[in-house]
């Protein structure tokens, strides 16, 4: 459904030629002060959704101001009478304002919520393909309804789609989990160091090592998500997409769920300036991420991403952060002991880069994330 709302743009880039894309054009622009943690769920679905599609990702999908240039963009927009307790019946209005802007305004958290899962799994709906004219979309979530207006005639719609009941259960905002196909035996196996391991969050389809599903649900415990937290966990979960060769949507709710893929659990708690990663006493599956908003973004993109990537550019092989973590609880044994400086110049000895390794990170810094250096740029960085 993207390419169609922006008939007249590349919304998918291939930049070198290969024919594989490389490059997501369109951006998904929400409002600065959105705290709905159904309407962030669904829109880490959107992002992954779309990031799917690409090799590699260059900047954010999601943000909070439209993009400069001709970028094509989706904007959300709330209405100004509305509320927590507003109805999903209510019904999102898409206007088509420019060639590269699509306004989507809708009249509760419930309603644009259902209008993003709607973007999210399109493609598994059987969606009409819409007009190249198209200039008003209408979606009526109470009645799984698309109504689509041409340019040409305004009055009535041009186009009546209503989903189909067998794929309906799509579009259900409540938790609808799916069962992935690993035994208790193997969750208890759980690595916090190494999530990309056989028992983390992927699972090896078929034969082939390269061909592996997401098996991951996350989970929004209570109502409100700050925008901080919910962009952070839009990239995020699109980086991590990105890390699989099949995704099941959808995967993030705003509820509890019950199967055996492993769960994430984020809470927020302003009072809590450090970020706490533990295994959930009830269920040996799920982990419980605790934290104040700054400190969720910082364990979701440094620790989340580092356990699933490869080593490569950028990222420090799992061995090294085992050994650090080894050498961490030899210097701070328990019951912890207050210590000198003396006691800790070892371990800073061993996290400070070493020179070449500087030489190397200012190198990759020059190309674009997924880009290796030019040999002109390697020979200049050996004389």
Same mark, same amino acid.
């Given at each position: 459904?993207?390419?169609?709302?922006?008939?007249?743009?590349?919304?998918?880039?291939?930049?070198?030629?290969?024919?594989?894309?490389?490059?997501?054009?369109?951006?998904? /622009?929400?409002? &600065?002060?959105?705290?709905? %943690? @159904?309407?962030?769920?669904?829109?880490?679905?959107?992002?992954?959704?779309?990031?799917?599609?690409?090799? $590699?990702?260059?900047?954010?999908?999601? $943000?909070?101001?439209?993009?400069?240039?001709?970028?094509?963009?989706?904007?959300?927009?709330?209405?100004? $009478?509305?509320?927590?307790?507003? =109805? %999903?019946?209510?019904?999102?209005?898409?206007?088509?304002?420019?060639?590269?802007?699509?306004?989507?305004? +809708?009249?509760?958290?419930?309603?644009?919520?259902?209008?993003?899962?709607?973007?999210?799994?399109?493609?598994?709906?059987?969606?009409?393909?819409?007009?190249?004219?198209?200039?008003?979309?209408?979606? !009526?979530?109470?009645?799984?309804?698309?109504?689509?207006?041409?340019?040409?005639?305004?009055?009535?719609?041009?186009?009546?789609?209503? !989903?189909?009941?067998?794929?309906?259960?799509?579009?259900?905002?409540?938790? =609808?989990?799916?069962?992935?196909?690993?035994?208790?035996?193997?969750?208890?196996?759980?690595?916090?160091?190494?999530?990309?391991?056989?028992?983390?969050?992927?699972?090896?389809?078929?034969?082939?090592? &390269?061909?592996?599903?997401?098996?991951?649900?996350? /989970?929004?415990?209570?109502?409100?998500?700050?925008?901080?937290?919910?962009?952070?966990?839009?990239?995020?979960?699109?980086?991590?997409?990105?890390?699989?060769?099949?995704?099941?949507?959808?995967?993030? =709710?705003?509820?509890?769920?019950?199967?055996?893929?492993? !769960?994430?659990?984020?809470?927020?708690?302003? =009072?809590?300036?450090?970020?706490?990663?533990?295994?959930?006493?009830?269920?040996?599956?799920?982990? !419980?991420?605790? +934290?104040?908003?700054?400190?969720?973004?910082?364990? @979701?993109?440094?620790?989340? #991403?580092?356990?699933?990537?490869?080593? +490569?550019?950028?990222?420090?092989?799992?061995?090294?952060?085992?050994?650090?973590?080894? @050498?961490?609880?030899? #210097?701070?044994?328990?019951?912890?002991?207050?210590?000198?400086?003396?006691?800790?110049?070892?371990?800073?000895?061993? /996290?400070?880069?070493?020179?070449?390794?500087?030489?190397?990170?200012?190198?990759?810094?020059?190309?674009?994330?997924?880009?290796?250096?030019?040999?002109?740029?390697?020979?200049?960085?050996?004389?």
């Amino acid at each position: 459904m993207l390419p169609q709302l922006f008939p007249e743009q590349n919304v998918y880039e291939d930049t070198d030629g290969d024919g594989l894309i490389d490059r997501i054009s369109v951006r998904l /622009i929400l409002p &600065r002060n959105l705290s709905s %943690s @159904l309407v962030w769920a669904e829109a880490a679905h959107v992002a992954c959704r779309w990031a799917f599609e690409s090799l $590699r990702l260059e900047a954010p999908l999601v $943000r909070f101001r439209q993009p400069q240039g001709n970028h094509p963009h989706v904007m959300l927009r709330l209405s100004a $009478r509305v509320s927590d307790k507003a =109805s %999903s019946s209510s019904t999102v209005r898409v206007v088509r304002e420019s060639p590269v802007r699509v306004v989507a305004t +809708g009249g509760s958290p419930q309603s644009m919520a259902s209008f993003l899962r709607l973007l999210a799994v399109s493609d598994a709906l059987d969606l009409p393909n819409l007009p190249g004219t198209w200039s008003v979309l209408q979606w !009526i979530p109470s009645e799984q309804t698309l109504l689509v207006w041409k340019e040409s005639d305004s009055k009535k719609p041009s186009l009546m789609h209503r !989903i189909a009941l067998a794929k309906a259960v799509l579009l259900e905002l409540s938790p =609808s989990p799916h069962m992935s196909h690993r035994d208790a035996a193997h969750i208890r196996k759980l690595d916090l160091l190494n999530l990309s391991s056989p028992h983390g969050i992927f699972r090896r389809l078929g034969e082939d090592p &390269r061909q592996r599903a997401l098996c991951l649900n996350v /989970i929004l415990p209570f109502p409100r998500l700050s925008s901080g937290t919910g962009r952070t966990l839009c990239h995020v979960l699109s980086l991590v997409s990105l890390q699989a060769t099949q995704i099941d949507l959808p995967f993030v =709710s705003v509820g509890p769920v019950v199967h055996d893929s492993l !769960i994430l659990e984020l809470r927020e708690d302003a =009072s809590s300036p450090e970020a706490l990663v533990h295994v959930s006493n009830e269920n040996p599956g799920q982990l !419980i991420v605790q +934290g104040s908003p700054a400190a969720l973004k910082r364990v @979701l993109e440094g620790w989340l #991403l580092w356990t699933i990537r490869e080593p +490569g550019p950028g990222a420090e092989p799992i061995m090294a952060l085992r050994e650090k973590m080894e @050498l961490i609880t030899r #210097l701070w044994p328990a019951p912890a002991t207050v210590l000198d400086s003396g006691s800790c110049s070892s371990l800073k000895q061993e /996290i400070v880069w070493k020179a070449e390794d500087l030489r190397l990170e200012k190198l990759v810094k020059k190309n674009a994330f997924g880009a290796g250096p030019s040999l002109r740029d390697c020979f200049r960085q050996q004389t």
